[in-house]
């Protein structure tokens, strides 16, 4: 008896926790959007018929889907040298990766408060320059938001890309150039192909950490540039508009699973290893 | 070394600016945290530490500090004492669970970090009225749940389980076999685990955001609430010291792993 139910004695406290702690409570904030006073998924109806509301969405999504190419681009071009370097130099430029990424977001982020701000390095090295007159806050547009997400996301992509490119057999990039493919058809029709998988992985990260991120928005974009993540607190913690809130937050776990479920598939099936 | 010769110069040069804006803003904040004016400011104009015993002299900054460390420590602990042996449940006894376990424990990855903060706060510290350190400590135990069951268990997946059936065959009860055979087998796995899991509870933001109360506030959520009134150098300084815990993590790592380890 002992013996058959050890494994839910062992895997037990953990489901528990799993189920009382996230089940429970993500699955009645999801519940309770379905309805409301004014009828059958009300709040929804509510949602997408303000502006407002709708322009939140729009934006938060352009933000990500704009992080997300920049940080692939810059993330793969970082990651290829990296997986060609030398053992020391590498090991320097993971440290350069590494480093950002175990640094809390609050820091990276205020990080680019300061670069960009009034007196920010940004605007004196542009006011003695001569290029401006006077300082002007570069904060709270798109662009700040954008290029402190890219900033943290970048070393997300270098390190999952590195391990990805690493794991390309050197022969199979060897035996194309020798049968005369160009280096960009080498790219092209050989390394692209190998990295995709890896490279979709890490485009679903960058895409949902952006899509459900609150820190960077908040700190960079203030009220101006209010995305989904401080929208939801807004809602819930100024307004106290639990209903909006939970329907921002429901909004954000069907987008984020349905890109995760979707997206690994893709990298699944395009995997030509795996074939 | 045939492969390095490859690389273009124009692909170095590019490669290499990324890295220094990678790490420039970083010795940003360290400018700024010396800098002996009363407003943020890069280049450094003087020098001075008095922003650094500024933090001390806030109390706030004292007592979230004790916070998320208390809840860094408790939670990873937590995390560990009941992911290990789901780890090792998932591992063992493979046919016996059933197979969608283990997608349950990736659900903490999966559901949006600050829906989880909004939902524990509605429904668990609302709805259930349980104290706030509580549902703050069980949400981080949570969040870093996935690292105990996946970093461990990815290390479990290459034990070899005849040498613990070996120990019990000569009459080593179950609980010594596990402590003396199988977690210095996996010590790896559980060191990854524990590195990971409490940075990842330490720099939270989404999920104290809405677990904080009277007396209750994490130090991630206490510098942007500081932020929000001031703009001087204390918040700086404040993540110079942060950035200290980085680079301790850091040591410990390469010391134990190697950092490569971060690559795969």
């Known amino acids: 008896m002992v013996k058959r139910l050890s494994p839910w004695l062992l895997a037990g406290p953990a489901t528990f926790l799993v189920l009382i702690f996230l089940i429970f409570p993500v699955g009645s904030t999801l519940l309770a959007t379905l309805t409301d006073a004014k009828g059958w998924l009300a709040p929804y109806t509510a949602f997408f018929n303000s502006s407002l509301r709708r322009t939140v969405l729009m934006r938060t999504i352009e933000i990500s889907l704009i992080t997300t190419v920049i940080s692939v681009v810059l993330g793969f071009i970082a990651a290829y040298v990296v997986a060609h370097m030398p053992g020391r130099l590498k090991s320097i430029m993971i440290i350069a990766a590494v480093f950002p990424l175990l640094t809390g977001v609050v820091v990276r982020s205020f990080a680019w408060l300061i670069l960009l701000g009034k007196n920010g390095i940004l605007n004196s090295a542009l006011l003695s320059l001569g290029l401006i007159a006077e300082p002007f806050s570069m904060l709270y547009t798109k662009g700040a938001v954008i290029a402190a997400m890219v900033y943290l996301f970048v070393p997300l992509m270098i390190l999952t890309l590195a391990g990805v490119l690493e794991g390309i057999p050197k022969d199979v990039v060897e035996a194309a150039s020798s049968l005369g493919a160009t280096p960009f058809a080498v790219f092209r029709q050989v390394i692209l192909p190998l990295a995709m998988p890896g490279l979709i992985i890490g485009a679903v990260l960058v895409f949902t950490g952006s899509f459900t991120s609150y820190a960077t928005p908040q700190l960079l974009g203030g009220e101006r540039q209010m995305m989904m993540g401080t929208f939801l607190y807004q809602r819930a913690m100024v307004t106290f508009d639990w209903t909006g809130a939970s329907t921002v937050a429901a909004i954000m776990v069907v987008v984020t699973i349905a890109i995760v479920v979707l997206m690994t598939r893709l990298a699944r099936r395009m995997n030509p290893m795996a074939a | ?264």
């Open chain 2, 1 to 264: 070394m045939i492969m390095q010769t490859k690389l273009h110069p124009a692909l170095i040069a590019i490669a290499s600016l990324i890295f220094l804006i990678l790490i420039a803003p970083l010795f940003i904040i360290l400018g700024a945290a010396v800098s002996d004016t009363p407003f943020l400011t890069f280049p450094p104009q003087g020098f001075t530490l008095k922003w650094f015993s500024n933090i001390f002299q806030i109390e706030a900054f004292r007592t979230t500090a004790i916070t998320s460390l208390q809840i860094a420590f408790l939670g990873t602990f937590l995390a560990l004492l009941i992911g290990i042996p789901a780890a090792y449940a998932l591992n063992r006894f493979k046919i016996r669970l059933p197979s969608w376990l283990s997608n349950v424990f990736v659900l903490p990855i999966l559901v949006p970090e600050i829906v989880l903060g909004f939902s524990l706060m509605k429904n668990i510290t609302i709805g259930l009225q349980l104290p706030v350190y509580t549902t703050l400590l069980l949400g981080h135990t949570l969040l870093v749940l996935p690292y105990a069951v996946r970093v461990v268990g990815a290390s479990l997946a290459s034990f070899d389980f005849s040498i613990e059936e070996a120990a019990i065959s000569l009459g080593c009860p179950p609980l010594k076999t596990f402590l003396t055979v199988v977690l210095p087998n996996i010590s790896a796995g559980v060191v990854a685990a524990f590195i990971l899991a409490f940075i990842t509870s330490i720099n939270d933001v989404s999920i104290s955001l809405f677990l904080t109360g009277p007396g209750v506030s994490t130090l991630p959520i206490q510098i942007l609430a500081h932020m929000e009134q001031f703009f001087d150098p204390t918040i700086a300084s404040v993540s110079v010291l942060l950035m200290l815990l980085t680079v301790g993590v850091m040591a410990i790592v390469e010391a134990t792993l190697g950092l490569t380890f971060l690559t795969k």
